[in-house]
């Protein structure tokens, strides 16, 4: 489904219900499974993601495939996962996902007693798991590829016969997402520490004494709306519903960052209310995006919109994602007339005054949810075409309908 979005005729303005967070979802559906508590999950969210990780927990006994599409963590919780179940399993995805490395994670895993084949190319899925109980002990990991091999991890490891000493190598990307996972996993009785670069994970089991968990809603979604905001007239006011302001999610950073762009934030209980009160108030952005790499398409695009230069590196995970999300950014502006300039961790963009913003092109996706969203929030400055526009349901389905109730309307092309 192609789109196109149209600039709104008056202020945008209303009320959002954001989605819970998918970060927070996966985890305790993880949690959860390990453990056989018997709790409820009150506003889960609606992800392709986790609907694809919630069928994999339901059926993995009775399938030996299991196809989790696009889905990056899925992959990787469920490797760590399956590999201590009983059973045969083969874990596969997209052709996407199976062209993103998985190799640290499986020879760690290996190294902790996992049986896991690789079916097709060396280091990348699909899997071939034979799970059985680990004996867990002493390992490493590099700690410069994807915070989610040290997450999937960790998480499983109370269920290690010895539990777990894991020591990081190298530089840490994403960290605020590992120290999410050991705060969650204390909530839930584990015995687990983080000193330097090791973590240790006792053995023992998962506990819960309520009959419910709440997920928080999640900070990237929030991160569309600030742009939305900073991109409108002065005086432009939005609410968000059920964001937590002392928040687990790493991307909770961009209430900060969205402060240069002239939006304050107004946390009164469990709603946020957004206002563009003033024009921007840097003339050069500057910023590390490598413990928050999911908004950085957003800010981007809030740049550029507002035709503030800015210099943002932290982005080598960026390659790794749906897409290149670098060499996509860098494609789709573009077309739009705007020139960005990149390398393997950083872009840079340097407003000339003769840039003239071109609105006339159609914008890829690359089967990126966030490629849609984040250029989405330019409809507010002029209309937007947006290529494969459902991409969106695999972290927000309901974006599009969220997007017209504040006033802002689409036509499928």
Request: proline letters at 4%.
């Amino acid at each position: 489904m192609d789109l196109l979005i149209h600039t709104p005729s008056l202020p945008i303005t209303g009320n959002v219900n954001l989605p819970g967070s998918k970060s927070i979802s996966n985890r305790i559906l993880i949690i959860k499974a390990l453990s056989g508590l018997n709790f409820s999950i009150s506003n889960l969210s609606d992800s392709d993601d986790t609907r694809y990780l919630q069928d994999a927990l339901k059926g993995f006994k009775n399938s030996s495939v299991i196809n989790v599409g696009h889905a990056g963590t899925d992959m990787r919780f469920l490797t760590a996962f399956l590999a201590m179940q009983s059973g045969s399993f083969e874990l596969t995805g997209s052709e996407r996902l199976q062209s993103r490395p998985i190799k640290d994670l499986v020879e760690v895993l290996i190294k902790l007693g996992a049986n896991i084949s690789y079916t097709n190319k060396d280091g990348f899925p699909p899997l071939l798991i034979q799970g059985s109980a680990l004996d867990g002990g002493r390992v490493s990991i590099n700690g410069n590829i994807s915070s989610q091999f040290i997450t999937a991890l960790i998480l499983v490891a109370p269920y290690f016969i010895n539990g777990l000493e894991l020591t990081i190598e190298n530089d840490l990307v994403s960290k605020p997402y590992i120290q999410m996972t050991i705060e969650l996993m204390k909530e839930f009785g584990a015995d687990i520490n983080w000193v330097n670069n090791q973590i240790i994970v006792k053995p023992g089991s998962y506990t819960y004494s309520r009959k419910e968990y709440f997920v928080e809603s999640d900070w990237s979604s929030a991160s569309y709306y600030y742009s939305l905001v900073a991109l409108s007239p002065i005086g432009t006011e939005l609410c968000i519903h059920r964001l937590c302001q002392d928040s687990l999610q790493a991307d909770s950073v961009c209430h900060l960052i969205y402060q240069s762009f002239g939006v304050t934030t107004h946390f009164i209980g469990d709603v946020v209310v957004l206002k563009k009160t003033d024009s921007p108030i840097i003339s050069l952005l500057k910023f590390d995006f490598l413990n928050c790499p999911d908004i950085a398409q957003t800010v981007m695009c809030t740049s550029v919109g507002l035709k503030i230069p800015f210099v943002f590196s932290g982005l080598q995970t960026l390659k790794l994602k749906e897409t290149n999300r670098i060499i996509a950014l860098q494609h789709e502006l573009k077309k739009m007339n705007i020139d960005i300039s990149i390398n393997e961790n950083s872009m840079q963009y340097l407003v000339n005054e003769s840039d003239s913003m071109s609105n006339q092109q159609m914008i890829s996706t690359y089967d990126d949810h966030r490629m849609a969203m984040s250029f989405a929030t330019l409809s507010v400055l002029f209309p937007m075409m947006i290529e494969n526009a459902d991409v969106v349901s695999k972290s927000y389905p309901l974006f599009w309908s969220d997007m017209k109730q504040i006033g802002i309307h689409q036509t499928i092309l």
